[in-house]
């Protein structure tokens, strides 16, 4: 007679924590609820009040804006500023160049960045640390603005659209997470690629790259914002009038209204055009409207890689 055995008891999956009904939470739990929500709801006013400031005093009234009386909603409502400032000579040819420069040197940096990330994880590069290093070391020292100066001068690179995109392509602190982000990747992929016969090119378009995303779009927003702003290095290096970019073109009109304004201030009767000219464009109107077309690409253009800011910014940032 055969012995009975117990059935083998199933193991005993532990129970997922549920939510505290509305009706059954303590008024501690309400109370913390209504304060966090009330701190975020003024962090989001704070975060979002500057934005919407420049929105209304670049749509109102110039002479109510320049007193600075227009703080909450628009006064006098009106888009001449806007008309003003897209009828600039040289404008369309001046954001055609800052968009190229933005697409073509966002995408060189990246790739570099990848790349270079990836291969100073690679143990049989020769060299390894010391390369790292070396690019490393670029961040804590520089030669000074005429040192560089005339390194881009002898380059040929002054009146060069290359300038825009040349200089920018490494970046110690891009490569740094991207560095640490591909430590945080499993060996195993490679090693089985190797195994498939995968040399160490195929290996990172194929394999790494494309595991990267997350990293790789926060690099990409980092590098697109500082395209974007950046005109000093036309303020620089550039003197050809069509290799301006956007921002120097609306920089140096602000300038130009600044002057204007002020000459109207000081002009009597003689400068009865300039006076006119003054009172339908004013420097705090001209500034207004410059910096909302100069941040308005960014802050559309952000949604679209904000999804993966978060996690590339942790991954490539804490190795684990």
Request: net charge positive.
């Amino acid at each position: 007679m055969t012995a009975l055995t117990a059935p083998p008891k199933r193991p005993v999956r532990p129970q997922r924590p549920t939510r505290r009904p509305a009706e059954h939470r303590h008024g501690g739990d309400v109370l913390f609820a209504i304060i966090n929500y009330t701190v975020f709801a003024l962090l989001v006013v704070i975060c979002a009040y500057p934005f919407y400031y420049l929105i209304i005093n670049s749509i109102s009234a110039n002479d109510v804006s320049a007193l600075g009386d227009v703080r909450l909603w628009p006064v006098g409502l009106h888009l001449d500023n806007y008309k003003e400032v897209f009828q600039l000579n040289g404008l369309p040819l001046a954001a055609a160049v800052s968009v190229a420069r933005t697409v073509i040197g966002t995408v060189a940096t990246v790739l570099a960045s990848a790349f270079l990330g990836f291969m100073f994880t690679q143990k049989r590069m020769w060299a390894r640390q010391f390369w790292y290093r070396f690019v490393i070391i670029t961040m804590y020292f520089s030669a000074g603005l005429i040192p560089v100066f005339i390194i881009m001068k002898n380059l040929g690179l002054t009146n060069n659209f290359w300038v825009y995109v040349l200089p920018f392509i490494v970046q110690p602190f891009f490569i740094i997470l991207v560095k640490t982000f591909v430590e945080s990747m499993p060996e195993s992929l490679q090693e089985a690629a190797e195994l498939d016969g995968a040399n160490i090119v195929q290996i990172f378009f194929r394999i790494y790259l494309p595991n990267m995303t997350p990293i790789l779009a926060t690099v990409a927003i980092f590098s697109a914002v500082a395209q974007w702003n950046s005109f000093q290095d036309t303020l620089i290096y550039i003197t050809d009038q069509s290799l301006y970019t956007l921002q120097y073109l609306l920089y140096m009109f602000i300038n130009q209204a600044s002057s204007l304004a002020q000459a109207a201030q000081n002009a009597g009767g003689d400068l009865s055009g300039i006076v006119s000219a003054a009172t339908s464009q004013t420097p705090t109107s001209i500034r207004m409207t410059v910096s909302v077309i100069v941040v308005l690409p960014i802050i559309f253009i952000y949604p679209l890689f904000q999804r993966f800011f978060v996690k590339g910014i942790m991954l490539g940032a804490v190795k684990g």
